[in-house]
């Protein structure tokens, strides 16, 4: 009698031969993520990272709880012990098994990619019209940015009085365009860096121009046809100014601290880029630019450990992050601990229901003129629905409507790297998902019969604090066999005379 294992999955058929890569498509291959830097470093040291942050806070609560958690995910990302679908081709039979994701929101790399190729596809097909676009980039001085990364009501009303100050500019530089025309854009708050530092700042993908409504009822496209250098460097004083008043006005600086950043020297810490303008046609570079607008904090293929992965397990082990470009202090890389990696992913991640980016002016999800803005360029989405007829009975249960905001992971995949997932590697034909199989025996009897790792890797325990350099010393002070030494001071200890009567 076959085992329970052997009647519910068939082993994969051995490929025949090397696929030819010059006729064939790519051939999707499942990740290994404990191959990465990353996965050893957090299994090994995430105990002691949790203890020692626990320890050190006076209050007692260490590490957030949505970034152990987070952490934790990480773990159970990609590993086929925790659960997996079973795929099968519907040409040879050939089967696959795909590992869950944890769908996280700052420390796996693979996730954080997914969200962002979906966040990217979503916006480019279904929100920004064929418009020119222009992306806006807002730096604060580093003395505010503690205030924007902890404080979120902060954080909106410095990206309100920088949308407001976009605004006023777009409608100058707009000929014809009326006082109360309004911008469309999506916001982008990143709480890091690109040399793995918290680095508070704005990113902004702006409809390069504005938006009115024309007594006919329809919405009017004025470009900014007069948008140039000189504007947005003239915005970084009034943003200075706005922004420091607003701070003044909160109580979070003092007038002499505020009328001394008022006169630094240039813009004072306050610095706006626009010179990136993507045409409204150019639709594969405006998904290039909303894909870095929403990038992940960090690039897992920009880490390395410098003696392989075998040692990250010890405490001094060492890993190098190499920077994208040079810092202003001609740094190219930096060297870490694995506790000191972990303490700097772990300010990246965001706290929950924080959404990661907004929407602003008529791409509002309640503006009036939304849909007709996101039509232009569109005519598909101009045609209204065909009517229903008169006789025909209700549907009993209505199909569920699609959220174009989701995206098949498959679809995904393809779109990024051109490799289809669900094309067997065997025969070139379409696989189909069979089941979700999560229950642990079930899943532990497959892995058995398949040879494949069965159980996840375990999670090494926290370690005590290190050694001082100065110990107690708990050694004997006299030796047994020679008795106790002579004291340095003799005391008269014996009694009175008549005392004792």
Known sequence: MATPAKRLFRPPRPLTGQPDWSTSRPIYRPRQPTATPLYPVVRHHLETFVAQAAESDPLGYGVPAWVEKDFRAYLRCGILAHGFARARCDDCGHERLIAFSCKGRGICPSCNTRRMAEVAAHLTDHVL????VRQWVLSLPKRL?????????VAGAVLRIFLRAIRTTLRSASPGAPHDARLGAVSFLHRFGSSLNPHFHFHLVVLDGVFAQVPDGTVRFYEATRLDEHHWLGLQRVIQRRVLRHFRTRGLLDEADAEG?????GSGGFSIDAAVRIQGDDRAGVERLLRYCARPPFALERLHAPSGTATLASPDARLLYRFPRPTPDGRTEILLSPLQLLERIARFVPPPRMHRHRYHGVLAPNARARSAVIAIGRPQLTLPPPPEPPCAPPDPEPARRANPARI?????????????????PACGGQMSILAFLTDPPVVSAILLHLDLPHRPPPLSPARGPPQGDFLLDQTAAFDPVDGEPEPEFCFDQSLPPGFDD
């Open 145 to 153: 940015r503690p205030y924007l990364h902890h404080n979120p009501d």
């Open 408 to 424: 098949r992971w498959a679809v995904l995949l393809a779109r990024i790297y051109e490799v289809l997932p669900l094309l067997c």
């Open 129 to 132: 019209p064929h418009l020119p």
């Open 261 to 265: 950043m008022l006169s630094w020297q």
